[in-house]
């Protein structure tokens, strides 16, 4: 840890030597082991038990891709969304469309069909294909946004849903010939998965992430954590899969990353105590993926017993600060049980990850170095580079930083400076030792639980009722959740509509998470001169 990381022009490099990243897609990369583990589950669910072997997987996953090419017409580029919880044909239909030629755009499995109906309309959606549940909402985006494109269900209990094509149909044709996917071409730049991310600012936009963007990150998890997780013919891991698969952190760190190296996911639709703490008795998870407050709930639930831990080997938290009293709180939980505690820092834009924390390390305030072939700079607000403890923006530059934007070039024009450094808009300080510290966010993001909550979507719905001038939207600190919205209103004159008038209109077009839970009446929002608002002041 005591590596030469700051170059003389105050450029942090990473410790770990450089990783080599393979030419290849990531559908290729994901299956490139295959024959070591052909029989071995690739992923079940913690509340049905469902489960498919990696053979199956595979097959499934190319019998889909070549009925979207033969039945539904689809060709390289395509894009196709997923809207679905976290259910062991996740990672079919992925693999699925990629193998198509197809680009994944991912929904939030709890989003209203307002928020869909934007992601269709931007992505220019050409299939959808949702979980039974989720096929409802879709149907009234399409409405929405007038579009009138075919909608796969992913049944698995409720007959199928009317105007729908059934998933299972498609993934066990037993009479399909794959090789029509040889004709099927992809090359490492070209854009493999599209989840949004409102960035710096504004609202959520398509994050075009490549082949060789999330073939690198897997890659670039070659640190010490590596050894910790692992399938050798005796033995193999697994990994839990609460975190949303729809999200960077789930897709590329717990389903990429992990069925590569053959591990077992096992799926659960949502963050629910019985099927987290059977997740880890009954399934024995040995590697967890979290967000900050499922450590507040491992350290804090009467329902947790050391033997929760019996089998865990590796907990890393990310998405959002994680409170070090916290990681305490678990620990002495586990009463002396031992594992390995890191923390990772990412974003949707980096594919995600970032830096990630030493195994042996017990401060639990940092979140660790740069990954193998991630540099970083830490800037003052004229973009000079400053020194070691000193705080500022931190810039990002890797093989796993995102192209870019879909169709947008203004807001790539504001995240790329000095030739591929990615403003994070995250305010950090690193260390002598290269040791990152996240202090504070520049960025106007408001993070629930470690969900993003764009403050400019909800300005713009509030600004949609008709009592409401004007609207100012913040992030304050929440012990549970870590932040929560509070809005600034301001009314028109003669309004007496009530505070929780305005929750309840908000709360019908926008995902539960989001939803706004103080609202302050004021007499102007404080704007800037060309008309920002200063969310400082307001902070
Ligand atoms: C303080 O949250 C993510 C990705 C997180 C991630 C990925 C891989 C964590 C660990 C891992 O192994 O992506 P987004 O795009 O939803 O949100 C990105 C923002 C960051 O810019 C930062 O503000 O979320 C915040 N954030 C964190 N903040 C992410 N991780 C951390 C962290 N501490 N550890």
């Excluded at 990681?327 to 002396?336: D, H, I, N, R």
């Excluded at 594919?351 to 924390?357: I, Q, W, Y």
């Excluded at 017990?362 to 400053?386: C, F, Q, S």
Aim: net charge neutral; charged share 25%.
């Amino acid at each position: 840890r005591h590596k030469h990381v700051w170059s003389k022009d105050n450029v942090v490099k990473s410790p770990y030597e450089d990783v080599n990243i393979p030419e290849m897609t990531i559908v290729d990369y994901v299956w490139r082991d295959l024959e070591k583990w052909p029989t071995k589950t690739a992923v079940h669910c913690g509340v049905t038990n469902r489960s498919y072997s990696y053979e199956q997987m595979y097959k499934q996953s190319r019998t889909l891709a070549t009925n979207l090419i033969k039945k539904f017409k689809v060709r390289s580029d395509d894009v196709i969304g997923i809207m679905s919880p976290n259910i062991p044909e996740y990672p079919i239909v992925t693999f699925g469309v990629l193998a198509a030629g197809g680009i994944v755009t991912t929904f939030n499995p709890v989003y209203t069909e307002y928020e869909v109906q934007r992601q269709i309309e931007i992505s220019d959606v050409k299939i959808m294909i949702a979980f039974e549940n989720c096929v409802p909402v879709v149907n009234k985006a399409l409405k929405l946004a007038k579009k009138n494109i075919p909608v796969i269900s992913i049944k698995v209990e409720k007959p199928l849903p009317e105007n729908t094509v059934s998933l299972m149909e498609l993934i066990e044709d037993p009479h399909v010939d794959f090789d029509i996917l040889k004709s099927v071409r992809r090359k490492p730049n070209d854009v493999a998965i599209m989840p949004y991310s409102s960035g710096t600012t504004g609202l959520p936009k398509g994050v075009e992430l490549t082949n060789r963007n999330l073939v690198a990150n897997c890659e670039q998890q070659t640190t010490d954590v590596r050894q910790y997780n692992y399938t050798t013919e005796t033995h193999q891991d697994v990994v839990l899969a609460v975190l949303p698969l729809f999200h960077s952190y789930g897709l590329t760190i717990v389903m990429l990353n992990k069925m590569a190296a053959g591990l077992k996911l096992l799926t659960l639709p949502k963050f629910q105590p019985d099927s987290f703490l059977g997740a880890l008795k009954i399934h024995r998870s040995n590697i967890l993926y979290v967000a900050p407050p499922m450590v507040l709930f491992l350290g804090s639930s009467s329902q947790i017993t050391p033997e929760h831990f019996a089998s865990v080997r590796l907990v890393t938290s990310g998405a959002a600060p994680l409170p070090p009293a916290d990681v305490e709180k678990m620990m002495s939980k586990a009463q002396g049980r031992k594992f390995g505690i890191v923390q990772g820092y990412g974003m949707t834009e980096a594919a995600p990850l970032v830096t990630l924390s030493p195994l042996d390390c017990d401060d639990y305030e940092t979140v660790g170095h740069a990954i193998p072939n991630v540099e970083l700079r830490v800037v003052d607000d004229k973009m000079n580079n400053l020194g070691p403890g000193q705080v500022g923006e931190l810039l990002i530059k890797g093989p796993n930083i995102m192209k870019g934007y879909r169709n947008n070039p203004e807001a790539n024009t504001e995240v790329f400076v000095d030739s591929g450094w990615y403003r994070s808009g995250d305010i950090a300080n690193i260390d002598e030792c290269g040791l990152v510290y996240i202090t504070d966010r520049l960025k106007e993001l408001i993070k629930v639980k470690g969900y993003q909550v764009p403050p400019a979507e909800l300005e713009n719905v509030l600004k949609e009722h008709p009592s409401i001038h004007d609207a100012a939207v913040i992030g304050v600190p929440d012990a549970s959740t870590g932040e929560r919205p509070k809005a600034f209103v301001v009314t028109v004159p003669g309004s007496n509509v009530k505070d929780h008038e305005i929750v309840e209109f908000v709360e019908k077009r926008v995902a539960p998470y989001k939803k706004i839970t103080e609202i302050e009446f004021v007499d102007s929002i404080p704007k800037s001169v060309s008309g920002k608002i200063l969310r400082r002041l307001l902070q």
